[in-house]
């Protein structure tokens, strides 16, 4: 959530401290800021479809990709309006990169506003500081509620030799406004809208449909090509992302030799997408997009690996991809007659607790009863139908070819599946 923070910064230096200046000059501002950690609460946007409501005033944030032109159709349909000024509109739409449109970040040092007013109480700062700076401290501190205060590192250093270093992210001044508008409206994610811009009979760009487009831009008639984008241009963008990235990829010579490129449709599609996916399209360019569209979800990488494995295989690692495992084809697999793979990577495996085996002797006769205990339980001390081990005419107890001497303890009734028990008259006895 938003707060309004105090920075505050010195003339001191990156390195030097207090008692090696004179006198000192500090500036102060209020910023309007969250830690990096809050970024997504500052603009808590639905992902839900919008349901345009006749009188809507809408607000497109900064980095929002929403296809203008074709908006203009939507609103005209259901007598919804768009505002340039933010305080007019009831609905807002951003998307994962608003919130860096509209900010600027810095890092500061973090210390508790209680510590910081001890610390200019106690310390020599104020002899050092002329009045106007002391009343601007003043004036600031006094009705400043915030837990901490943000500040230089030369300040904290004097303060606190843990000097604790935050990534702030405050509204530019530009933008204070626009949020504060927010305040009580609805925010949507553009992906609430962009399947309303081509209407309700508006294609999805499927794995049948992506099949037939892609035919369409193998042939050699121009005419193909041209219907295949004027599809991709008028589908549900959003519903059809995946593929619509893949067609961009293997076909992005045909799209830039077409003229029809330059169709204000066509170039809505563009840029929603993303612009610079005319000139970067490998698998990373296009899982990026994926990601800042919120579709980075397994399914997805399932249709990007299933068309996209030849690449990665030739091109390698990746930012978002790795090569981890080779093995052998299928014909040496059969003379090798084993299913033979080696990782590149291994897996992490986490470590298993041990578990072991308590079996306990009710009366001469009958069977063992197994029970599986922690390996710390306690045991109590009232097994009153319980036989004691001790009583059988033991001499020695083999464990997997381990030699271990009876214990004496009276409740020494703890034997794994494989031990074996040797009488007196050394004729073995199979308890299991």
């Known amino acids: ?20 200046h004179d006198s000192v000059s500090i500036t102060i501002r209020s910023e309007l800021a969250v830690s990096n950690n809050e970024a997504n609460e500052v603009l808590p946007f639905s992902k839900t479809t919008y349901e345009p409501k006749k009188g809507d005033k809408i607000y497109f944030m900064p980095g929002v990709s929403i296809p203008r032109i074709k908006f203009k159709s939507l609103a005209l349909e259901h007598g919804i309006k768009t505002v340039r000024n933010p305080e007019d509109a009831n609905i807002f739409f951003a998307n994962q990169n608003s919130i860096h449109k509209i900010s600027t970040t810095v890092w500061n040092y973090k210390i508790p506003t209680e510590k910081f007013k001890a610390f200019i109480t106690d310390s020599n700062l104020l002899s050092k500081l002329d009045n106007h700076d002391i009343d601007k401290l003043n004036t600031a501190l006094e009705f400043y509620e915030n837990e901490f205060i943000y500040c230089d590192r030369s300040l904290a250093k004097e303060i606190d030799d843990m000097l604790n270093n935050h990534l702030i992210i405050f509204i530019s001044d530009d933008y204070k406004n626009m949020i504060n508008a927010t305040i009580g409206n609805q925010i949507f994610d553009e992906s609430g809208v962009v399947d309303l811009l081509n209407g309700d009979e508006a294609c999805i760009i499927d794995k049948t449909v992506y099949q037939q487009l892609q035919t369409m831009f193998d042939s050699t008639d121009i005419d193909n090509h041209v219907l295949a984008m004027e599809i991709m241009a008028n589908c549900k963008y959003n519903s059809s992302l995946v593929y619509l990235l893949l067609l961009f990829k293997y076909n992005s010579s045909e799209i830039h030799q077409c003229h029809t490129k330059n169709h204000v449709n066509f170039k809505s599609l563009m840029n929603w997408v993303g612009e610079d996916l005319r000139y970067r399209n490998d698998i990373d360019s296009i899982t990026n997009i994926l990601k800042d569209k919120g579709q980075f979800t397994p399914d997805k990488l399932d249709i990007i690996l299933d068309n996209c494995k030849e690449d990665i295989k030739d091109r390698g690692d ?105 009488n007196d008259d050394k004729s073995d006895i199979d308890w299991f």
Not at 366 to 375: A, F, G, K, L, Q
């Open 1 to 20: 959530m938003l707060k309004s923070i105090l920075f505050i910064e010195s003339n001191l230096g990156y390195w030097s401290t207090v008692n090696e």
């Open 318 to 422: 990746s930012t978002f991809y790795k090569i981890k495992v080779i093995t052998v084809n299928a014909e040496e697999l059969a003379n090798l007659n084993c299913n033979y793979v080696y990782n590149l990577e291994e897996d992490f495996v986490p470590l298993i607790p041990v578990i072991e085996e308590e079996v306990v002797f009710i009366g001469e006769d009958e069977s063992p009863v197994i029970d599986i205990i922690d390996s710390d339980f306690a045991i109590e001390d009232d097994f009153d139908d319980v036989e004691i081990l001790e009583s059988l005419p033991v001499e020695e107890i083999v464990i997997e070819e381990v030699y271990v001497e009876p214990e004496n303890d009276e409740r020494n009734s703890l034997i794994t599946e494989n031990t074996k028990f040797i």
